[in-house]
């Protein structure tokens, strides 16, 4: 090779940088190729060592639209360890505050230890000489942990939930997963401590012209995505009214099967035929988002193994589509009255929203006919409303009416306060009567849940599905408990807590008859005659109801 031939590759390697220098200051995309130089050849800037996907194209033309104002509010729903972070946290606040020193950008994360790491990465990449070949006269004035500040006073701020964004103005504002797993998400009061920091801290800050991006893990529908933009939120029109039409929401799922967005990221859909592949995802045609991170195949093993993680990780799904606690196959409809057995004992429960904290949340009264065969059969006329306490009386009044319920299954709390001794009143001057049967409920809805799945996995539950709320009432059921409400499941607890109360002893009445004294023994007299006693009291107490 002559020298002047290696003179001419040098030029035109050294004007192939140049051009990418220039293209970095429009091009988040090119930005990070360059920020990531080949090792073996950093000057060449036709080799990077970042590998570009299609994710990582969207990614960054969301970033760059966001900055632009085009799209000022954004969430994104992707997977883990497909570079998400590298491109919202770490070079796109890098690169926008190199196109404006002046811009005011802050991160939020899970915690102030996450955000000071973004911080750090952050920090070395604007300290690095390509960004300052891309950025001329770009240079940090101060710089902490969780705060550096531009030459020019833009500050790029790091704060974890719950952090104080005091001090920390912003004029965008890159939140990166604020939810740390599933335990968390499942917490109803870690949910609300996420929404009421970004609200407080983001907004609390917000300029004329603030935008913002969102992305997370959607590990429960009633996650800071879900209250913010998700389409299939149940609150979106009623909480969150008008919160969604300022936001675009892009969900891209490990698994690409709709062809407008396997077109918009480049993919090829194709059918697969690896049995595996198959069994997990059907026969639709499908690609992988990133195959040299993550192919079919692997994402088809971690289906395998949790169908619940993988969707939510993975799909953007805080539920499987056919289920997770309740499955689609443990739900049996019937199509019409004319299906109900001609002889049914009828019971009813109640699931009452009557605290301040349950405001948000519906009541559901019904009844249920138990055939011959120990079947329950949810009948079609339930209530299921908002309703302040007189109205929920009445109503109670209306299904003792016309159901003729022999028991009616209630929290035992609520029996004991006011809404008991109303209903009861109500009771005597309609002439109206029904023994309430006391129900204590765990705390743990999932413990609380475990007897009517267990009735419903062996087919013994049927459902009205031309009932007008029973599609809400699937998607409950198949949601649960990773639904916004679950109120429906909480009433359908009821019902089979109730009917375990009533064909089995409980433990308690298994170890009391474990210790029953000998038959005609005086502890045994005495036992009996205190027994007598307890329901005398019983039966006075109730009286008259």
């Known amino acids: 090779m002559s020298d002047d031939f290696r003179i001419k590759e040098q030029l035109l390697k050294a004007t192939r940088r140049e051009i990418a220098i220039r293209e970095g200051r ?18 060449d800037a036709d080799r990077s060592a970042y590998i570009v996907t299609p994710q990582a194209r969207m990614l960054c033309q969301i970033v760059e ?37 002046r811009m005011n950008v802050m991160v939020g994360a899970y915690n102030q230890d996450f955000a000071n790491d973004f911080g750090n990465d952050v920090k070395t ?42 001090g920390k103005p912003a004029d965008l504002f890159i939140v990166d997963d604020p939810i740390r797993n599933d335990d968390d998400a499942q917490s109803e009061t870690y949910r609300e401590k996420v929404w009421k920091w970004f609200t407080s801290v983001a907004f609390s800050r917000a300029r004329t012209g603030f935008r913002t991006i969102v992305v997370h893990t959607r590990w429960h529908e009633d996650d800071l995505i879900g209250r913010l933009c998700d389409p299939d939120h149940p609150e979106r029109n009623k909480r969150f009214k008008g919160i969604a039409d300022n936001w675009r929401y892009y969900n891209l799922p490990a698994v690409v099967d709709d062809p407008k967005l396997a077109n918009a990221l480049g993919l090829t859909l194709e059918p697969q035929s690896d049995k595996l592949i198959v069994s997990m995802f059907g026969t639709k045609p499908i690609a992988a988002l990133a195959p040299e991170m993550k192919d079919l195949r692997l994402l088809a093993e971690a289906k395998n193994l949790d169908s619940r993680t993988f969707g939510a990780l993975y799909m953007g799904r805080p539920a499987p589509e ?50 011959s065969r120990g079947d329950i059969w949810v009948l079609p006329d339930l209530v299921w409303e908002r309703m302040e306490t007189d109205d929920t009386v009445e109503a109670l009044l209306n299904l003792f009416k016309t ?15 006011s809404f008991g001794p109303f209903l009861y009143k109500r009771m005597e001057e309609e002439n ?21 799945q267990g009735l419903m996995r062996r087919k013994k539950v049927h459902f009205p599905a031309f009932a007008s709320w029973w599609p809400q009432a699937k998607q409950q059921l198949l949601k649960f408990p990773y639904a ?18 009533e064909t089995e002893p409980s433990e308690a009445r298994k170890a009391a008859n474990s210790n029953e004294p000998p038959s005609g023994s005086i502890a045994w007299v005495l036992r009996q005659t205190e027994q007598a006693e307890r329901a005398a009291k019983r039966r006075a107490a109730t009286a008259g109801w």
Request: glycine fraction near 10%; charge should be negative.
């Open 432 to 452: 109206v009567y029904c023994t309430i049967d006391p129900v204590t409920v765990s705390q743990d809805k999932r413990k609380r849940a475990r007897a009517i």
């Open 65 to 101: 639209k966001v900055y632009a104002g085009e799209i000022p509010r954004a969430a994104v729903s992707i997977g883990p360890q497909l570079g998400k972070s590298q491109i919202l946290t770490r070079a796109g606040p890098a690169w926008m505050s190199g196109k404006n020193p």
């Open 484 to 501: 916004t409400h679950d109120d429906f499941v909480d009433w359908l607890a009821h019902i089979g807590l109730g009917r375990v109360k």
């Open 26 to 43: 429009d091009d988040l995309l090119r930005y990070m190729q360059l920020t990531m130089p080949d090792p073996e050849d950093p000057e």
């Open 322 to 371: 056919d289920g997770d606690y309740f499955k689609e196959a443990d739900l049996v409809p019937y199509y019409s009255e004319d299906e109900l057995p001609l002889v049914l004992e009828v019971f009813g429960a109640s699931d009452h929203a009557v605290s301040e904290k349950q405001r948000a949340d519906y009541t559901v009264l019904g009844c249920v006919g138990v055939d």
């Open 403 to 417: 159901r003729k319920p022999l028991l009616w299954w209630m929290e035992s709390d609520l029996i004991s306060k």
């Open 125 to 166: 990449i604007v300290e690095s000489p390509v960004h300052s070949q891309v950025f001329p006269g770009y240079g940090l004035m101060k710089s902490a942990v969780d705060q550096l500040i531009t030459h020019r006073g833009g500050k790029l701020s790091f704060v974890g939930v719950g952090g104080s964004g005091t």
